[in-house]
């Protein structure tokens, strides 16, 4: 890799190493993973060209190269503020809302195609 350092900036790739043995062998990376010795030139240039790997200290590696759900800086979180989670809701709330999901399913069911074998006339009869 030429003496420099080189971090993930997408959320997953794979790479040809070489192992201790001399064997290239294919491993994936999350994103924030720093690229060991050994990566095939091929495969990192072409990562670097898709800006999937960036050089240690670029601002690219610095913005985009750390851990999959970390917050950006600047950017709204992943959840909108207004949805509720299961757990700030009451023992009734909580019981309320699974019912409401078992009565939707229930109408689903109804609505869908039947699963029995019988078509046609020997269905209705």
Avoid: C, W
Avoid at 71 to 85: D, M, R
Avoid at 88 to 104: P, W
Wanted: cysteine-free.
């Amino acid at each position: 890799m030429s003496g420099k350092t080189f971090r993930v900036t997408a959320a997953y790739i794979t790479l040809r190493v070489d192992n201790e043995l001399g064997q290239e062998v294919l491993l994936g990376f999350h994103q924030g993973a720093t690229l060991p010795e050994g990566v095939n030139q091929e495969d990192l240039d072409r990562h670097v060209r898709k800006n999937m790997v960036a050089e240690e200290g670029t601002r690219e590696a610095d913005l985009l190269a750390v851990p999959a759900g970390t917050p950006v800086p600047g950017e709204p979180p992943n959840v909108a503020v207004t949805e509720s989670s299961a757990l700030n809701l009451s023992a009734e709330g909580r019981g309320r809302r699974a019912q409401e999901s078992a009565d939707t399913g229930q109408r689903g069911r109804r609505s869908g195609p039947r699963s029995d074998s019988k078509t046609g006339d020997e269905a209705k009869g």
